[in-house]
């Protein structure tokens, strides 16, 4: 099995060992973390979920497809918990979209954690026992040193690990949110930031994630003891209320002689975009140390960079184009200029780093922009809670022919 390879092939491998598992088997145990050692083969892949997140966050895969292809095997009932899990990743893109301050004070919030930790004696040791695995905790130091090691943790996990950094260790939420996204090959900026505000008390005001001995024994299957918790979770409180302000779905460009498509990290599948005819050249972008003003791990790095070249190799083929990649310090309009093209067109740009890095620059080429149809369906049903979008996901997704 081609691990972690940053490919649509090496995806689609791993959604066909998976699609089985996604019906019956994915309802009943998905919330059971056996750990890395319980792995079917010698390198870490869990059969009870799927792992295919770093796959789906820079949309090597997409959601419709992968609704679709667990529809197929398992009828829409049976496969109901995989597909809500799905659809809670468009909820929280949606959601973030249509607050992007929310993602703004964040940043803000995580830089003046970061430089206050330097002058807080007794919170920055307790920040380094965190960091090296030396809280005494043991399911939290094993899991800090899998996060660490892997890039990956059980969605299980990363709710535990949240809550006892918050209220056990009594940590800044945005500083763990950082540390995430240094390290997970899936780090995105709303499903992450918004599930640590979820587990704070944050995001569904006044209900924090309690993470429980007993909770954690026994869906961890008795690895750890867990001693050490906080028994009292209140939830943080912040005093803004954050304006929702409607997504506008971007109109189909019109037909131009001649574009270049943008192929950036947050969408990697060029080949199923709806476009108004096939691109004249590929401009290749990924920047995934914005993510962290730490920078990100090497595997996360070098995922979001293969994960570019990957769609670019099959882009080129497909469109039968050239493509090139747009590099640091060099000008986006200058690259287009070599080319002799003036018209842009670019896949959505969610809030997060990426767009804040490059989104001014994208901008002044005065671009035509593509949304997906399942993102321009979801989205916008992300007014408040999570349980509307499920309810009107079924009407959302029919014209798209996923019948839910
Ligand atoms: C504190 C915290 C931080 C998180 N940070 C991220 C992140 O940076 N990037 C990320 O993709 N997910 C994040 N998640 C959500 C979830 O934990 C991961 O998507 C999931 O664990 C990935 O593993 P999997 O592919 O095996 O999931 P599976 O259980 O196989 O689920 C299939 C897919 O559904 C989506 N999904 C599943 N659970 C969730 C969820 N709770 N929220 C949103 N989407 C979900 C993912 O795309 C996932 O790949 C976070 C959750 C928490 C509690």
Known sequence: M?????????????????????????????????????DVEADPWRDNVSRLSPYIRHKLLTEQELIEAVIKVHGSQKADKFITEILWRGYF?????????????????????????????????????????RTGIDCFDFWMKELIDTGYLHNHARMWFASIWIFTLKLPWQIGADLFLQHLRDGDAASNVLSWRWVAGLHTKGKSYQATKENIVQFTDGRFTAIGLAQEFVPLVESKSYKFRPLKVPPAPPAAAAFALLVHEEDCHPESLTLPGKPALLIGVSGPDGKSPKGVADPVREFAQGAVTDALTRGSDHFGCESVMWNKGQKLADVMKTAGIERLIVPWLPTGPLKDAIGREVNGCNPRWVMRNYDAAIWPLAKAGFFPVKKKAPDALAPLGILL
């Open 2 to 38: 081609k691990i972690h390879q940053p490919t649509r092939a090496a995806g689609l491998e791993r959604l066909a060992d998976f699609t089985a598992q996604a019906g019956f088997n994915y309802a009943h145990k998905r919330n059971f973390d056996y750990g890395p050692e319980a």
């Open 93 to 133: 893109r949606g959601w973030l979209e249509q607050r992007p301050e929310v993602w703004a004070d964040y940043v803000t919030g995580r830089d003046d954690a970061l430089r206050a930790m330097q002058k807080l004696g007794s919170q920055r040791k307790i920040y380094e026992q965190a960091l090296e695995s």
